[in-house]
């Protein structure tokens, strides 16, 4: 006979004890942990299935991925690609060189209320049905009616476009079966439940039970399969990080309640390279694609010569991006100077700042010092080290930087420049978007000869800033 037991579940990081904890000893979390039925069968005989034997490596056959194009750019980019078949979402055709949506994968995308993941996914949805693919959308937040209202919205009309409002898997997995369309919409993992665990639906246990089978769904009936997941007030995915290794792909969407552009970060991609991003703008009619970024980022950024201004080339995945970066340095009517950085590490910041006043002689320690980064952007490599320095030092001495050149690089310790990686990338981005020159790391080798713009090599932080001042052009 089934016995029931019960057990307490941190909701933040999964850890399970006999009884109840104020405070979880795993993640620290305060009042965490809910209480949660279990059904043990003790004497139930275990039901297995033995699939496949053990195989030889040399005897298993492989199959190249068929993907499918969402004929979204900026997302097919997110998700990734390479050599292989790929189904092209508006003209149905195959080519080598594809990106898109792998045929029996499971893709959690995640992000702040609000921030467009239901209106970026039912515009997946209506492209893929314009190339005749069955699409089922599992809403368990939102009634049919809601829905149809943002399709019409969106200026999405199909016939292959199904929607279910529905909360128990059981259900929705029967007509997932049954219909087998090309890919399932599931909005949101933390609103649908299993009748297999005695909790509620948002818990650990549910979570992880109906991601599972939404797993095994996918791989038995080679069945693309996105699922929307919530965030915490921190930032991070809701729910177990078991969650975030069961699914194939994850795909955060990030953005800024004060812009209408919207970024689509791959943190996890067992089909494609991670760190890859994708831009989109809010609009009345939904999420439209940024085709070049970089204009986006420096569209207000003033050819007038202003001191403390740089422009870096950073690297995002393999997309190469033209940021602003702007420093401000004052007298500080303070005992401590402040130091505020905002769209970069603030450790960074001070690192830099340390490096200045050793190796060139920069005393700040009685002014503050404010770093950001123009756009919302966050900037996370080092190869944007270089262009931090010349932003704080051009402000101190008040003289402007050259406007036409960007820069990239990395500082040691040491004060010097050292070498970052897709050199080749960065300079053919910023050739494209009319800049004369560009200084790089001295240890940098370029392959390629790239005409239209003049690269300078460096290798000390003081060289940089005697050669990137500005001049009579």
């Known amino acids: 006979m089934a016995k029931v037991k019960s057990k307490y579940v941190c909701q933040s990081c999964g850890y399970e004890t006999a009884g109840y904890l104020g405070k979880c000893p795993e993640c620290g979390s305060w009042g965490s942990f809910v209480e949660e039925s279990t059904v043990s069968l003790k004497n139930a005989p275990a039901e297995v299935h033995d699939t496949f034997p053990p195989m030889k490596l040399d005897e298993i056959e492989m199959n190249s991925e068929i993907r499918m194009s969402t004929n979204i750019s900026e997302f097919d980019r997110v998700l990734g690609g390479g050599r292989g078949k790929c189904i092209s979402a508006a003209n149905s055709t195959t080519s080598e060189l594809c990106q898109g949506i792998v045929q029996g994968s499971l893709v959690l995308l995640a992000g702040d209320p609000g921030i467009g ?3 970026l996914l039912l515009q997946t949805a209506g492209e893929l049905c314009k190339s005749g693919k069955k699409v089922l959308y599992i809403s368990a937040e939102e009634s049919a009616s809601q829905i149809k209202l943002r399709a019409e919205r969106l200026g999405i009309k199909t016939d292959r476009l199904y929607i279910y409002p529905q909360t128990n898997l059981e259900l929705a997995k029967k007509y997932i079966e049954e219909m087998k369309p090309d890919l399932v919409i599931v909005d949101s993992i933390q609103a649908i439940y299993t009748s ?15 991601c599972n089978i939404l797993m095994h769904t996918a791989k038995g009936q080679n069945i693309s399969i996105i699922v929307i997941g919530h965030v915490t007030k921190e930032g991070n995915i809701a729910g177990p990080k078991v969650l975030e290794h069961m699914v194939d792909t994850v795909i955060q969407f990030e953005g800024d309640k004060y812009k209408t552009y919207r970024i689509l970060r791959s943190v996890k991609n067992r089909f494609g390279n991670t ?6 703008e809010m609009s009345g009619r939904g999420l439209t694609e940024v085709r070049n970024p970089s204009e986006l980022f420096l569209k207000e950024y003033s050819q007038t010569q202003t001191p403390g201004s740089t422009i870096i080339v950073t690297s995002e995945g393999t997309r190469p991006l033209l940021i602003e970066i702007q420093a401000l340095v004052g007298t500080t009517p303070y005992p401590a100077p402040r130091r505020v950085a905002n769209g970069v590490d603030t450790g960074r910041v001070l690192q830099i700042l340390a490096v200045l006043e050793k190796r060139i002689g920069l005393n700040l320690s009685k002014q503050d010092v404010y770093v950001n980064v123009i756009g919302g952007m966050d900037v996370d490599e080092p190869a944007a080290d270089l262009g931090i320095a010349l932003a704080i030092v051009t402000c101190v001495r008040d003289v402007v930087f050259d406007s036409h050149t960007a820069i990239v690089g ?7 420049i050292r070498a970052v990686n897709h050199i080749e990338k960065r300079i053919t981005e910023a050739q494209k978007l009319g800049f004369k020159r560009i200084i790089i790391p001295e240890a940098n080798e370029i392959q390629d000869k790239i005409e239209g713009i003049e690269i300078v090599k460096v290798k000390k932080i003081l ?3 005697t050669r990137g001042v500005a001049r009579d052009n």
Do not use: D, N
């Open 196 to 210: 297999q665990i005695q909790s509620s639906a948002g818990s650990v246990s549910q979570i992880r039970e109906c």
């Open 275 to 280: 760190s890859e991003v994708g831009i989109f």
């Open 117 to 119: 993941k239901s209106t």
């Open 463 to 465: 060289e940089a800033i």
């Open 410 to 416: 990395e500082i040691g310790l040491s004060g010097e």
